[in-house]
């Protein structure tokens, strides 16, 4: 960590737009949204969530020492200038744009500094992420990564504990990068991100869209909000819109966005598996890995990817458009391919030496499942095997998409558990009810199992050889949460104690082929 010199509460205001500023002018020592981490000399930006009101806590913050306080809330605004007539306050219309301006502020503008790429949509963005940080660093380019998995600041690597964290959280990773000797950032944007304005202010030199399904519907309400959310990402989020829009087109949100973003002002590149302006052909693909021709407007790119399935081969080609719009060679590009063996918890394999696959996968959409599943009846087709998938759905989320999703997984296997999946307050039984009816029309042979690691333990139990385990939903995480607590869970490794007690020390001589 690094530290940032103090700065005066006026100049930390420069450019954000102001309904109303009163009182003195002190040095203010961070920026901080979460009462909890306030420190003496803070601001606290107090600001409407989604979940909770910080301005419910700014008398928290002033007892911890805050000595400034913005606000969006015009009661709070009242309530200060009558309690404290010399403290040092504004008002202003959007609490999360004004945060992202005075973080941007705080931390000298790290932002003008990175070439920013950002990659939106349901599925895919994690993969296209770390595919286009190997290609930059094939390059000889230092990035900063903000995903779902972790954020990295060059080689250091933290955890991450959401997709797009907070904008000040966010100028800070780049600030750190920056003094690190990075040139380029490389994001997951999320749809409640670009909703809220956690990435407000940030120009996008290349902006990425990879797919768009049902998902997220308990925050958005509908496709078509969720869908004007990802948009904004091309539109410009408080700046200039993307110079480079790198579009999936052969999705029909793709398509409905490549007129949008070149009404804005933005170089369109398409791309899809079969046609666009950068797509694949002589696709081979095969348990360890995938070869295929990418053809780009000004030649024919021979790749080979450690990664299996068609759905790696669109994340390759998105996550090199977005590398030739960043200068990178062809033959850059085919040397960060090459150097990535896999992603976490994208069908990371569990290898104990047993005669079947086990690989675990965040697939949590109907959509994903879709894909995942025919991954692994490619993969098990060419000896006779079959597909057994172990999957539940995550409580307080979008209730329509459980019985698609159980639909989605009966009609790509053979054999289904289905299970907990953080039910967080919901009752794991009710939601495994609402699975069932996706089940049952599938017509495929299933049991129902709460506890999630005697399911993976049931679907192990019930493998053959050339058979293909398919734990899916959790991919890369490592906790389940409950109502009342959250305990570690990590699914990778609850296969391997499943193969073990099936198999005993014998399983231990096979290679435990997880992601480090």
């Not at 450019?15 to 420190?39: F, H, L, M, W």
Request: hydrophobic residues 40%; contains cysteine; aromatic residues 6%.
């Amino acid at each position: 960590m690094i530290e940032f010199p103090s700065m005066p509460f006026e100049e930390m205001l420069r450019s954000v737009k102001i309904c109303e500023r009163a009182g003195s002018n002190p040095r203010v020592s961070d920026v901080v949204y979460d009462s909890r981490q306030v420190t003496a000399g803070a601001m606290f930006v107090a600001m409407h969530g989604g979940t909770t009101d910080g301005n419910r806590f700014v008398e928290n913050a002033l007892q911890q020492g805050a000595v400034a306080v913005v606000t969006d809330s015009e009661p709070t605004w009242q309530k200060i200038r009558g309690d404290h007539p010399d403290f040092a306050v504004a008002l202003v219309d959007h609490g999360r744009r004004a945060l992202a301006e005075i973080s941007a502020n705080f931390f000298s503008h790290p932002e003008r500094s990175l070439r920013l790429s950002g990659v939106t949509g349901t599925n895919g963005k994690t993969t296209t992420t770390y595919l286009l940080e190997s290609m930059l660093r094939s390059a000889e380019r230092t990035s900063v990564l903000v995903g779902t998995i972790e954020y990295h600041i060059g080689n250091e690597i933290r955890p991450s504990p959401r997709t797009t964290p907070e904008s000040r959280d966010l100028f800070q990773l780049f600030a750190e990068g920056v003094a690190a000797g990075a040139t380029e950032a490389v994001m997951e944007v999320s749809s409640h991100a670009l909703d809220q304005g956690r990435v407000w202010g940030l120009h996008w030199d290349t902006a990425l869209f990879t797919n768009l399904t049902q998902d997220h519907l308990d925050y958005h309400g509908t496709m078509e909000a969720y869908f004007e959310a990802k948009a904004k990402m091309f539109m410009g989020t408080g700046s200039a819109p993307p110079r480079v829009a790198i579009i999936h087109s052969e999705d029909e949100y793709g398509r409905r966005l490549v007129p949008m973003a070149r009404a804005a002002g933005c170089e369109v590149v398409e791309f899809g598996l079969n046609r666009g302006d950068i797509h694949a052909t002589d696709v081979q693909l095969a348990a360890n890995g995938t070869r295929f021709q990418m053809i780009t407007p000004t030649a024919s790119v021979k790749l080979h990817t450690h990664l299996p399935g068609p759905v790696n081969v669109l994340n390759l080609l998105a996550a090199s458009a977005a590398a030739m719009a960043r200068g990178l060679t062809h033959d850059e590009i085919a040397s960060g391919v090459e150097a990535i063996a896999c992603v976490p918890g994208r069908f990371q394999t569990v290898d104990c030496g047993q005669p079947f696959t086990v690989a675990v996968d965040y697939a949590h959409t109907d959509d994903a499942l879709r894909n995942v599943t025919r991954l692994a009846r490619l993969l098990a087709a060419p000896r006779s095997g079959r597909v057994i998938t172990v999957f539940g759905c995550g409580g307080d989320r979008d209730r329509t998409k459980r019985s698609r999703m159980g639909l989605a997984a009966g009609e790509g296997s053979d054999f289904v558990v289905a299970t907990s999946d953080n039910p967080r307050s919901e009752d794991p039984d009710a939601i495994l009810g609402e699975i069932l009816p996706g089940l049952k029309a599938s017509g495929v042979q299933f049991e129902v199992e709460a506890d999630r690691a005697r399911a993976i333990r049931i679907a192990v139990g019930a493998a053959h050889e050339n058979d293909v385990v398919l734990i899916a939903g959790k991919g890369h995480e490592k906790v389940q949460v409950l109502r009342d607590r959250t305990i570690p869970f990590d699914d990778a490794e609850k296969a391997r104690e499943a193969l073990l007690q099936r198999y005993g020390e014998s399983a231990g001589s096979g290679r435990d082929a997880r992601c480090s």
